[in-house]
């Protein structure tokens, strides 16, 4: 059977095959072809679509570009979460590729956060690493590390470099055999459904008599109705990084092979659909 | 680890014991004897039984104890009858011991108690000296005494034969009664014992000191315990001051005692020559007022307890000073203590009579912190053959019982006495009495978890008793009758499919048992995870609330040390379950379902997300990543030194993630700055140098290994040092593609460090007439440390380390520095090992003081290395590296060649010579060996393979389409005995058992080649070739002498195919010629070439050797991996040999290579490209190191001896 090191290379080298279409109501001095690109799943919007606006200056005044935002289906696309995430929240089930609409214009402010550099994402995603460190090892691990161990890890999301973000992240990732885990999963939840952004608790890797939790049983405190349902029907469905995995899988390995994921938030996230 | 055991008893004089991987008391076999008292070292256990008669208690072990008896025949000739039986009257008996001075016929050897047994009949030994003789073993001299000789000359008057028998020691895991004293004063009988002293002298091997102490209050000494007489020979007494009451023996020279009126006894004056010691000093109570009443020694503690309960601790105890300097008082009130091994302290507590071990005793905090209760439940009726792998068996009846149980236990009276209930429990009919704690029990299969759900909320308290065999019926009078009715209806069902299929580990999932209960659910689902129920006992019996009452705990066997991770102080079983749980869940067979299903759905994403769009472009097309840093550099010019350089490493990766790189090195010459660079795709090996000095690695490529002058770097830290050599790793293995475990045909090696590298072995390694370039070969390191690595092409890998252990590949791979990306996650696992380093202590005699310290101006150092030129004192000596901690103080070393006298001193006539074990009248010098032992603590793939030592392995080779089930494996352990491994199969590498091959003499060397073919040395130099040895009869039938080449003794040996090489004791290398099919044995030895270590023959009769002194263009190199060329089955010799990575390593296996080079058909058989030369080097040591085979060298350059990575 394939090792638990090529999940992690699976789940980074993830692609989403998009296109770029400009909004219909962009001014533009000629029309415009739509602009395909293979998204990395775990990487953030604002970070790989440097191309995108480059394609669309050709066919553009330079006045008429205000900051670019991604739209799909109607719903303004968050440039802080992840690729993979957006795509399993909103696009999983239709056909590919993604077809996202690209705008320069009426920024929707209440929807989306500015982005002006890269530097702001690289914030957020440290702040995001850090936050689940501080559940994992009570932010042991990343307060130990250097400013250039904290460079190569954004480095290696910016650049897409496996083992430049690796190298590092596998300190981040480390637990003791005997403690069974982190301290807490760091995971979000996010739904399709619900007003909330998404939950976001404390919750342990393994039972306080030891035994490990599965997916299963987290998703079970947490959001109840996404496991079982009176008619014993299947209501939600739970996509991390575009799969659905067992609700038997233990948390903990579930995080282990998932860890790309500290890049965008606290690791693993649960858009869950209702069918 | 393997796993030791505590041994105790409780208030009814029931032995149980508790081993460090367990989690429970197991009550001993033979349960209707009744103990007092109880002594333990690792291999056996002495006891005072209820009769006041001492008994033993040896664990089995897969090589038997045996002894040899011997005895001899000796004839003379006259020219009548020839050589008969008639001597002559001055002559010896017809019968004797090898002297001749005492009589000893075939008959009158008897067995020396119960508990032997004769192995087989007498015979007749057919060798001498290593040699074999003619047939009926005859040896001829002149006349008695004399030297005798295998040969009959015109001359020879007497001759003699000897006689050979075995005896067994067949009383193994059982309590054999040690017989009472037939002769002499018999001793009154035992009131206390103590076993210990291993520590004081290795001969003989597994030698022991047994003290006693009689109801009268005198001390006695057992004489004669060693290895092959674990019974020992006879009680003596040892006359003391006072009646004695106990006392205490430690594993080395600590021998205390307590008397009647409280003081305490320290015997002094016990070595090596006198184990027993010579006197007693009286040593007073701890406290004034109350006198002692037991005492426990280890190496350097001791313990005791006075009368009123309290505990002492005794300061500046020393094997200089047996009586220590003061008593401390310590918290705590105990009954008894017991010091066992690692100076670790047991004790059993006054207050709730529970057994504590000592936590944080260290050897620098010898009185270690805090007691802490040993809770584990026990359990009385489990049977060693029943616990977990008598996995159908146990399923059947335990499926079937556990709901009964359960109810029961809820129902069941607490209150009743548990000396009663013990009762009933040995009945073994009765249900036992179970605890009232609320428990979980580990759950792992997948169709759990719903049901896991519904029986969560209200999970009762836990059942037990898999041992009872029948529904518990007598004590279910007063339980609810409702569920039992439905449980029993459940009950036939479940094993009623039991019966349909097998229960098997996988299926393990305790929690579901009381699913069905807790639910009443009687669905088939569930009734189905009931019936797979089984096997893995989490009960317990006894209930922590109730819990037993110990009389006395002795842990002088159990390997524990402060960093021991134990599963005995769980609380609740929750604790003992989850690791249970966490174990389980790791098995592949457990995880497969999810596990898979990811796999599957991550592949199955990929293909939807990208299949139809890999047009499209990628985010990030190509890249360049640097990583910098400063680091030292050997550099290449004379005069050799680090220097500071810039060191990078500059990656490039396309979008398709293939990759490379260069290495590149900065520095300044004559203030110019220049670089150096390697191509990552180049380098074919990377060497840890790790010292004490420096944190180097050297980097190597097919040039470098040419010249014996690699690429020598070293970090600021260890750290750093490990991060680059995992980052370079990476880099060289992602070059060349190389990713996962090693393949089945991969070629394993060794270095004198105990790195172990892997090479995944070319198409064309040994095609006809162009191999692939040795020094072409890409190793890349595996995690681990090791002496020797053996492999067969069905992945079956084995090793073992420089402590004799054996260790077993998981099939994972990295470990060691590689941790995290180039490393599996499962099947690392920490690893260990130990080995000793030596100084040499030499001294020189005057006229006026003798031996002493002062030496000449002119001689070595007093303290030195063995080479006499590097100082090495006892304080300034480090362990090799900082990976190495010390785990043992400085000891003389008295095991060398030559011998030495009772202080371990050697003598010479002067430095350096050779030296010899007594003085003589012109030694002027003399010098001993201390020895210091250290430990290094590291991961790899590697599993220990308990309990038995070895000193060398041979695995069966195969191809890898090998439809073989079950693959021989032998080895020799450490002690010489040869071993047949088995059950050693694809699926579990590590077979189950050793068979023990019985031999006349220890063994060094095995090896088994293709057709079954074996063939091993004797540690004397003899050879021989194992007879009928087939898949049907793995261990075959007898050994086959073969004489030795002239005047050497073999030291290795290797068979391929067809091919048999054997190394001697002078590093010639001997191929055996005229082996036929029907003649295995062969004809004569053949010399090959000089200056070999090892050899290594494949399973397609490539010969692989480790050769000393190959000369490169810019140094010379020892251990070098050499490769035959231009072996043929024509010509199985070869003609030349080519030369691979070296400077230090020892140990190369190619016996998992059976794949066959491409045949290309040459017009001209082409060898301008390889000298030809027959030897590996240097002719016979002399000039200059410049052979035939080393065309290359630099005339004008001196050659460097320290020139490679690894020296040795």
């Not at chain 1, 590092?168 to 301290?183: A, C, D, P, Q, T």
């Not at chain 1, 599965?214 to 009176?230: I, N, R, Y």
């Not at chain 2, 004790?347 to 050897?363: F, K, P």
Request: hydrophobic share 35%; charged share 20%; glycine share 8%.
């Amino acid at each position: 059977m394939a090792d638990d090191k090529d999940v992690l290379r699976d789940v980074w080298f993830g692609r989403i095959p998009t296109s770029f279409t400009l909004y219909q109501d962009e001014i533009t001095e000629r029309e415009a072809d739509p602009y395909y690109l293979l998204l990395p799943r775990v990487s953030y919007l604002t970070l790989v679509t440097d191309k995108v606006k480059k394609h669309f200056q050709k066919v553009m005044k330079q006045e008429d570009m205000g900051e670019m935002w991604l739209e799909y289906e109607g719903t303004s696309l968050k440039w802080h979460y992840p690729i993979g995430l957006l795509f399993d929240l909103h696009a999983s089930n239709t056909a590919l590729p993604w077809n996202i609409t690209v705008h320069f214009q009426n920024f929707p402010e209440k929807d989306l956060l500015h982005c002006t550099s890269n530097y702001v994402i690289e914030a957020h995603f440290m702040s995001c690493i850090k936050e689940a460190d501080v559940l994992k090892h009570k932010g042991q691990v990343i307060n130990e590390m250097q400013k250039k161990d904290h460079k190569q890890l954004w480095m290696g999301l910016q650049n897409d470099k496996f083992d430049q973000f690796w190298a590092i992240n596998r300190k981040l990732m480390e637990y003791s055999v005997e403690e069974g885990g982190f301290r807490y999963i760091p995971f979000r939840i996010y739904q399709t459904t619900s007003d909330r952004p998404f939950i976001q608790k404390l919750f342990r890797p393994v039972t306080a008599e030891g035994q490990t939790h599965t997916l299963g049983d987290l998703l079970k405190e947490m959001f109840p109705t996404a496991v079982t349902s009176d008619d014993g029907e299947k209501k939600y469905q739970v996509v991390i990084h575009g799969i659905e995995p067992m609700l038997e899988t233990p948390l903990q390995w579930l995080f282990n092979i998932s860890a790309t994921r500290t890049i965008s938030s606290t690791s693993v996230s649960f858009p869950c659909q209702q069918t | 680890m393997s796993s030791s055991l505590l041994w105790a008893v409780d208030v009814y004089g029931r032995v149980y014991t508790l081993s460090t991987a367990g989690q429970y008391w197991e009550l001993c076999k033979d349960a209707h004897l009744e103990f007092k008292r109880l002594t333990s070292v690792q291999q056996c256990c002495w006891g005072i039984a209820g009769d006041h008669q001492v008994y033993l208690y040896m664990h089995c072990s897969d090589v038997p104890i045996r002894c040899q008896e011997e005895t001899y025949e000796n004839q003379r000739w006259n020219p009548v009858d020839r050589f008969c039986e008639k001597l002559l009257p001055s002559d010896r008996w017809q019968w004797s011991d090898v002297t001749g001075l005492k009589h000893q016929t075939l008959d009158s050897f008897r067995l020396p108690s119960e508990h032997w047994e004769w192995e087989a009949d007498w015979y007749v030994d057919e060798s001498i000296d290593g040699e074999p003789t003619e047939k009926g073993g005859w040896t001829y001299a002149i006349d008695f005494p004399a030297t005798y000789t295998k040969d009959k000359k015109w001359n020879s008057c007497v001759r003699r034969r000897r006689w050979i028998r075995y005896r067994r020691y067949k009383s193994g895991d059982t309590w054999a009664k040690i017989p009472s004293q037939d002769d002499g004063p018999l001793p009154d009988p035992f009131n206390d014992i103590s076993v210990g002293g291993w520590e004081i002298t290795d001969e003989p091997r597994g030698r022991l000191s047994l003290w006693a102490v009689s109801l009268q209050g005198k001390v006695w000494c057992r004489e004669g315990i060693h290895h092959h007489n674990p019974e020992g020979c006879v009680w003596t007494e040892v006359m003391t001051p006072g009646e004695v009451v106990q006392i205490s023996c430690g594993p080395s020279d600590l021998v205390w005692a307590v008397l009647w009126e409280g003081q305490l006894l320290v015997r002094e004056g016990i070595s090596r020559e006198n184990p027993k010691g010579s006197s007693w000093v009286v040593v007073d109570s701890p406290s004034t007022e109350v006198g002692a009443s037991h005492v426990a020694v280890g190496i350097n503690v001791v313990w005791a307890v006075t009368k009123d309960r309290k505990v002492w601790f005794r300061r500046g105890v020393n094997s200089h000073n047996p009586c220590g300097t003061g008593w401390i008082g310590m918290v705590g009130e105990m009954v008894m203590v017991n010091v066992g091994l690692n100076d670790q302290v047991w004790g059993i507590s006054c207050e709730d009579r529970a057994v504590y071990i000592r936590q944080g005793v260290t050897s620098s905090e010898l009185s270690g912190k805090t007691w802490k209760a040993i809770v584990v439940a026990r359990d009385d009726n489990r049977s060693h053959s029943e616990s977990a792998n008598s996995l159908v068996s146990a399923g059947c009846f335990f499926s079937g019982e556990v709901r009964v149980q359960s109810q029961s236990s809820v129902m069941n009276d607490t209150e009743s006495s548990s000396e009663t209930e013990r009762s009933q429990t040995a009945q073994s009919t009765s249900p036992t009495h179970a605890d009232a704690m609320k428990r979980r029990i580990p759950k792992v299969t997948s169709d759990s978890f719903i049901s896991e759900l519904v029986s969560d909320k209200e999970r009762k308290p836990g059942r037990d008793g898999r041992d009872d065999q029948e529904e518990g019926a007598p004590l279910e009078q007063d339980q609810k009758s409702v569920p039992q009715e439905t449980s029993i209806e459940l009950l036939s069902q479940s094993s009623g499919q039991l019966g349909a299929r097998e229960s098997q580990w996988s299926n393990v999932d305790l929690e579901e048992a009381q699913t069905p209960l807790t639910a009443a659910a009687s669905d088939t689902t569930e009734t189905s995870s009931l019936s797979s129920v089984a096997t893995y006992n989490l009960e317990e019996q006894y209930g922590v609330d109730e819990h037993p009452l110990w009389a006395w705990v002795c842990g002088g066997g159990c390997a524990v040390d402060s960093h021991t991770h134990l599963n005995w102080f769980n609380t609740s079983t929750g604790v003992s379950s989850s690791v249970q749980s966490m174990s389980l869940s790791i098995t592949p067979a457990q995880t497969a379902a999810w596990r898979k299903r990811i796999f599957e759905q991550l592949s199955e994403r990929s293909k939807r997300e990208l299949e139809n769009f890999r047009h499209y472009e990628q985010v990030i097309e190509q890249s360049v990543w640097v990583k910098k840093g400063i680091m030292q550099w050997w550099r290449d010019w004379k005069p050799n030194k680090w220097i500071d350089v810039q060191f990078a490493l500059e990656q490039f990766s396309g979008s398709d993630s293939n990759r490379d790189g260069i290495l590149f090195i900065y520095y300044t010459f004559n203030d110019e700055k220049k670089y150096l660079h390697a191509f990552i795709n180049e380098i074919t090996i990377l060497v840890p140098v790790l010292n004490d000095t420096k944190h180097a690695f050297a980097v190597y490529t097919p040039e470098r290994t040419k010249q014996r002058w690699p690429i020598r770097l070293a970090a600021a830290t260890e750290q750093e040092m490990h991060d680059w050599l995992a980052l370079l790793n990476l880099s060289c293995c992602d070059s060349r593609g190389i990713h996962g475990p090693p393949s089945k045909q991969a070629i394993w090696s060794t270095t004198c460090k105990g790195d172990i590298y892997v090479c995944e072995p070319a198409p064309n390694l040994e095609a006809v007439p162009y191999p692939l370039p040795c020094d072409q070969m890409f190793w890349r390191q595996i995690g681990g440390h090791l002496r020797l690595v053996e492999s067969n092409g069905l992945g079956i890998v084995w090793g073992i380390g420089y402590d004799h252990t054996a260790w077993v590949c998981t099939g994972g791979y990295g470990g060691g520095f590689s941790q995290g990306l180039a490393s599996s996650t499962d099947n690392i696992h920490t690893q260990t090992d130990v080995k000793s380093v030596y100084i040499h202590e030499n001294q020189r005699w005057n006229p006026v003081t003798g031996y002493s310290s002062r030496g000449l101006p002119t001689d070595r150092y007093m303290w030195s290395n063995v080479s006499g030129l590097q100082e090495c004192t006892k304080a300034s000596t480090k362990p090799p590296s900082p990976q190495w901690t010390w785990v043992s103080d400085w000891c003389i070393d008295y095991n060398i060649s030559g011998g030495t006298d009772m202080e371990g001193w050697q003598y010479a006539a002067d430095f350096p010579a050779t030296y010899h074990g007594y003085k003589k009248m012109k030694d002027f010098v003399r010098r001993r060996r201390w020895a210091r032992k250290c430990k290094i603590t590291t991961t790899g793939p590697w599993l220990e393979v308990p309990p038995i030592a070895l000193w060398d392995l041979t695995i069966l080779p195969c191809s890898s389409q090998s439809s073989v089930e079950e693959v021989s494996l032998w080895g020799i352990s450490n002690k010489g005995d040869v071993l047949c491994r088995i059950g050693v199969t694809r699926q579990s590498p590590a077979g189950t058992s050793w068979l023990h091959i019985g031999t006349d003499q220890p063994f060094k060397s095995i090896s088994i080649g293709g057709g079954y073919q074996m063939w091993a040395i004797a540690r004397d130099g003899s050879t021989f070739y194992r007879g009928s040895v087939s898949a049907e009869n793995p261990a075959g039938d007898c050994w086959y002498h073969i004489p030795s080449p002239p005047r050497q003794k073999l030291k290795q040996v290797s068979v391929g195919r067809t091919s048999v090489y054997a190394v001697d004791e002078n590093g010639n290398l001997w191929y055996r010629q005229g082996l036929t099919p029907s003649y295995p044995q062969g004809s004569s030895w053949e010399h090959i070439s000089n200056n070999v270590r090892k050899v290594s023959v494949g399973p397609l009769d490539q010969v692989w050797i480790i050769a000393d002194k190959v000369q490169g263009s810019h140094s010379l190199s020892c251990g070098t991996v050499c490769h035959r060329v231009g072996v043929q089955p024509m010509e199985p010799k070869g003609h030349s040999w080519d030369y691979g990575i070296g400077g230090g390593w020892e140990h190369i296996t190619i016996r998992g290579n059976s794949q066959e080079a491409p045949r290309i058909v040459m017009p001209v058989p082409a060898e301008s490209a390889l000298e030809k030369s027959g030897c590996v080097a240097e002719e016979g040591g002399g000039d200059g190191g410049r052979t035939a085979s080393n065309s290359s060298v630099l005339g004008g350059k001196e050659e460097e001896l320290n020139g490679n990575a690894v020296s040795c």
